[in-house]
C-alpha cells in the first residue's frame, strides 16, 4: 500500500473492488435462465475457494501471531539472561577486589537490577549449599533451601553450564507460579558458590498474550518442552485449566514429535474441547513453547454467511427463470454481506497488528506493486498518500544493506523462494530504523506465483541494545591492551634497579668475603635473580598482550638448537639424579625463524619436566612435517615420568598465573607464566601447545611452529 490512509483502498482492491449495487440488473432479464445456470456453477466454485481461502488465512495469521509471541518471550529471557551475566560478573568482580563478598552491596546491586527489569518478579541468589541469601525480599530469620530445584544440582556439577530454565514452579517466598532462569555463581577458584536466579511470573505471559486480538473463541498459550501449561490467555469454559497441566490433544504430541521446532495442525483443545487452527513454535533455544490457535467457529463464520447465501441465490436461480434478474439482484446483494464480512475480517487482523507492533505487506510480482497495512504504514513513517513499488522501497533500504536486499529480492522472485532479512530504512520522517521482514510466496494451482505475502516487525531497539554491547565489549579489550603496556613499561623500571643489586653483589664477592657474608650475600644474589626472572616472564607477557613483541626470521638448526637445550640443562639434571637425553631422529634441515623464541620456549619445558620429576627421565623429542604451501611444521615434545597432572587442571595449565593447584606453587615455587608464554609464543609462530598427562605416570608437554625451509647453501 502507499501510506497510513491507503490502507483502506488496499483492503477494497483485495475484496474485489467498489461494494457492489443492483443498478442496471433489470435490463439483463432476457437472458436471466443462463445467468441462473452460469450462478450454480460459480456458487459451487466459489464455496470451495472460499472456504480454502479461509482456512489459508487462518493458518497464515496463526503463523505470523506464534512468531510474534516466540519472539516476545525469547526477548524477556534474553533480558533476564542479560540481568543474570551482569551479576555473575559483579559476584566475580567482588570477590577480585574485596577478596570476600559483602552480602549488602550484593543484595543493593541486584535490587538495582531488578528495578531495572519490570518483566522480572524476583532476582535473588543462594549459597553454595542452596540457602537463599541475597536480593530483595528474602524473610529475615527464614531458611529458604532451593537445592532441590532441577537447575541447582545441575550448575553445581558444571558451574560454566547455563542459562538453565526450569518451572512452572510455586516460589517459596511469594508463593506464585513462576518460570525461572538460573546460573551459576562462581568463586575465584572456579568452584560452585552458589545460584544467580530470576522469576518470571508465569501469569504474565497470559495478561500479556490477551492483548492479541484472536476472536471469540480463540487462545494463546505457553508450555515448557514436556508441555506442562506455564500460561493461557483465554479461560475454557469450565474454569481456568491448573499451570503445569499436560492435557494436550495428541494431534499436538504428533505434531511436535515429527517438527519439533515448529508447525501447525488442527485438532479440538483438550482443555475445552474446541476445534481450532494452531501454530506452534519453540521458542529458541528454550525449553518453551508458543501455541496459538483461532477456532474453525470464528474464522468460518463469514464462510458460511457467503455459502448460505450464494446456495440460495443458485436455489433460486433454479426454481424459476423468470425470476432471474431478481435473482441477479439478490446474488448482488448477498456480494455485499460478503465484502462487508471480508471488510471486517481485515479490520481485525489490524488490531492484531497494532498490538504486536508488526505489519503486513503484499507484493504483486507483475507489476511490483507493495500494498501494506496501516500499521506497516506506520512504522515506517510513510507520508499520507505514497504509492510504493518494490524499486521504491528498495531505493529507501540503507546503501550498506541495499545490495543485499536487492539480490535477496532477484532470488525470490525468479524462483517462488522465501524472502527473510534484517535491514536499515530511511523513512519518510528522516528516522533511520532497523526492520525485519519475512515473506512468502503464493502460488496458483499450475504453481505459478500469485502474489508475496509477509510480515515486517520494526527491529531498531534490540539493535540499539545491541550497538550498546559492542561498544563496551570494545572498552574492555582496550582497557586490557592499556593494562599490559603499563605492566610492560613497569617491568623495565623494576628490571633496572634488580640489576643493580645483582651487580653490586658480584663486585661485594670479589672484594673479598669471610664465610657467613658470603652465604648472606649469596641468598641476596639467589633472591635478585628469580625476581629478575619473574620480571622478565611478566615483561614478555605484558609485550605479547600488548602486541610489541616482534619475532626475529633467522636461521638456524633445529637440532642444534636441542642439543644446546640439553646441554644448558645438563647440571640440574643431574644434580636430581635424572635422565636428560634429546631422543629419536634429529629434525634435519635448516629453517627460518626465530631460535631465540623456540629455546626459551623448550627450555622452560625442559625446565619445568625437572622440577616434577623426582626420579627416572627427561625425553625431548622433535619431528617435522612438509605442509602444502611449502612451509615446515617442527613439533617439539618434552616427556618427562614426574607426578603427572590431575585431567580437572589440564585446561587451565596455559592461562597466566595458573598451576595444576595451589600446593603446586607452595611446594615447586614458579608463578605459573612460563606455559602462558609459551602457548602465546607458539600461536605467535602460527602453532599451539598442549599436553597429555596421567597423575603419578608422567606427562608430556608439546609444541608446534610453523617455519619457512631455509636456502640451500651455495655450491651444495
Not at 3 to 26: C, F, K, L, Q
Not at 354 to 380: F, K, M, Y
Not at 403 to 424: I, K, M, P, Q, T
Not at 651 to 676: I, K, M, W, Y
Request: glycine letters at 10%; one cysteine or more.
Amino acid at each position: 500500500m502507499a501510506a497510513r490512509g491507503a490502507g483502506d483502498g488496499a483492503r477494497t482492491a483485495a475484496t474485489g473492488g467498489a461494494r457492489p449495487s443492483g443498478t442496471g440488473v433489470a435490463a439483463i432479464a432476457p437472458v436471466a435462465i443462463a445467468i441462473a445456470v452460469a450462478i450454480v456453477a460459480l456458487v459451487v466454485l466459489s464455496a470451495s475457494q472460499s472456504r480454502a481461502l479461509y482456512r489459508e488465512r487462518a493458518v497464515v495469521a496463526t503463523d505470523n501471531l506464534a512468531r510474534l509471541l516466540e519472539r516476545q518471550v525469547a526477548e524477556v529471557f534474553a533480558g533476564a539472561d542479560g540481568v543474570l551475566r551482569d551479576a555473575q560478573f559483579e559476584f566475580e568482580r567482588e570477590h577480585a577486589e574485596r577478596g570476600a563478598l559483602d552480602a549488602q552491596r550484593f543484595t543493593r546491586f541486584l535490587e538495582r537490577k531488578l528495578a531495572g527489569e519490570p518483566v522480572l518478579m524476583d532476582l535473588r541468589a543462594t549459597d553454595a549449599q542452596g540457602y537463599v541469601r541475597y536480593g530483595a525480599g528474602v524473610p529475615a530469620g527464614a531458611d529458604v533451601n532451593l537445592s532441590d530445584r532441577d537447575a541447582f544440582p545441575r550448575l553445581v556439577a558444571d558451574p560454566s553450564a547455563g542459562p538453565l530454565l526450569y518451572g512452572p514452579v510455586v516460589a517459596k517466598i511469594s508463593r506464585k507460579w513462576v518460570v525461572t532462569l538460573a546460573r551459576a555463581l562462581r568463586a575465584p577458584d572456579g568452584r560452585f558458590a552458589g545460584m544467580i536466579f530470576a522469576n518470571v511470573e508465569a501469569a504474565r505471559f497470559g495478561r500479556d498474550f490477551a492483548g492479541l486480538e484472536l476472536g471469540s473463541h480463540g487462545a494463546a498459550t505457553l508450555r515448557t518442552a514436556d508441555l506442562a501449561l506455564v500460561a493461557r490467555a483465554t479461560v475454557p469454559a469450565g474454569g481456568p485449566a491448573p499451570v503445569g497441566s499436560r492435557r494436550v490433544s495428541s494431534q499436538l504430541q504428533t505434531a511436535i514429535g515429527s517438527s519439533p521446532h515448529a508447525g501447525s495442525y488442527v485438532a479440538p483443545t483438550a482443555i475445552d474441547g474446541i476445534e481450532r487452527v494452531n501454530a506452534y513454535r519453540r521458542v529458541g533455544s528454550l525449553p518453551l513453547y508458543v501455541i496459538v490457535g483461532l477456532a474453525t467457529d470464528d474464522y468460518f463464520t463469514g464462510w458460511r454467511r457467503e455459502v448460505a447465501a450464494t446456495s440460495g441465490l443458485g436455489t433460486i436461480a433454479l426454481a424459476t427463470v423468470v425470476a432471474g434478474a431478481w435473482l441477479l439482484r439478490r446474488a448482488w446483494r448477498r456480494q455485499a454481506v460478503v465484502f462487508d464480512a471480508l471488510r471486517e475480517s481485515e479490520e481485525l487482523s489490524s488490531l492484531a497488528q497494532q498490538g504486536g507492533h508488526v505489519g503486513t505487506w503484499t507484493l504483486d510480482p507483475d507489476d511490483r506493486r507493495l500494498a501494506g497495512s496501516d500499521e506497516w504504514a506506520r512504522i515506517h513513517d510513510a507520508a499520507e498518500g505514497r504509492a510504493w513499488t518494490l524499486d521504491a522501497w528498495c531505493a529507501r533500504v540503507d546503501a550498506a544493506d541495499r545490495a543485499d536486499v536487492e539480490a535477496a529480492w532477484g532470488v525470490c522472485l525468479a524462483d517462488g523462494s522465501d524472502f527473510e532479512h534484517e535491514y536499515r530504512f530511511h523513512c519518510d520522517s528522516g528516522a533511520v530504523r532497523w526492520f525485519w521482514t519475512r515473506g512468502h510466496a503464493n502460488h496458483d494451482a499450475s504453481g505459478a506465483i500469485l502474489r508475496f505475502t509477509g510480515v515486517t516487525l520494526d527491529i531498531s531497539q534490540r539493535k540499539a541494545s545491541e550497538h550498546e554491547l559492542l561498544r563496551a565489549k570494545e572498552a574492555a579489550e582496550s582497557a586490557s591492551v592499556a593494562k599490559s603496556a603499563f605492566l610492560a613499561n613497569m617491568s623495565h623500571e623494576l628490571r633496572t634497579p634488580l640489576n643493580a643489586i645483582t651487580g653490586m653483589a658480584y663486585l661485594m664477592r670479589r672484594a673479598g668475603l669471610d664465610a657467613e657474608q658470603a652465604q648472606r650475600l649469596d641468598r641476596i644474589d639467589a633472591a635478585s635473580r628469580h625476581l629478575i626472572d619473574v620480571v622478565g616472564a611478566v615483561l614478555d607477557l605484558a609485550k605479547i598482550e600488548a602486541g610489541r613483541l616482534s619475532l626475529e626470521r633467522v636461521e638456524f638448526d633445529p637440532a642444534r638448537l636441542l642439543k644446546e637445550v640439553e646441554d644448558l640443562l645438563a647440571h640440574r639434571a643431574q644434580a636430581r639424579h635424572l635422565s636428560l637425553r634429546v631422543e629419536g631422529p634429529a629434525a634435519e634441515g635448516r629453517l627460518l625463524g626465530d631460535p631465540t623464541r623456540i629455546r626459551q620456549a623448550v627450555l622452560n619445558y625442559v625446565a619445568n619436566a625437572i622440577k616434577f620429576t623426582e626420579q627416572g627421565s627427561v625425553t625431548i623429542r622433535a619431528r617435522r612435517d612438509d605442509l602444502a604451501d611449502g612451509r615446515v611444521e617442527l613439533r617439539i615434545e618434552v616427556q618427562d615420568t614426574g607426578i603427572g597432572i590431575e585431567p580437572s587442571a589440564l585446561a587451565r595449565l596455559f592461562e597466566p598465573f595458573e598451576q595444576a593447584d595451589n600446593s603446586t606453587t607452595r611446594h615447586f615455587g614458579g608463578t605459573g607464566l612460563g606455559l602462558a608464554i609459551t602457548r602465546r609464543l607458539a600461536r605467535m609462530m602460527d602453532g599451539d601447545t598442549g599436553c597429555e598427562s596421567e597423575p603419578g605416570r608422567g606427562s608430556t608437554f608439546w609444541l608446534t611452529v610453523r617455519l619457512e625451509k631455509a636456502a640451500p647453501a651455495s655450491g651444495a
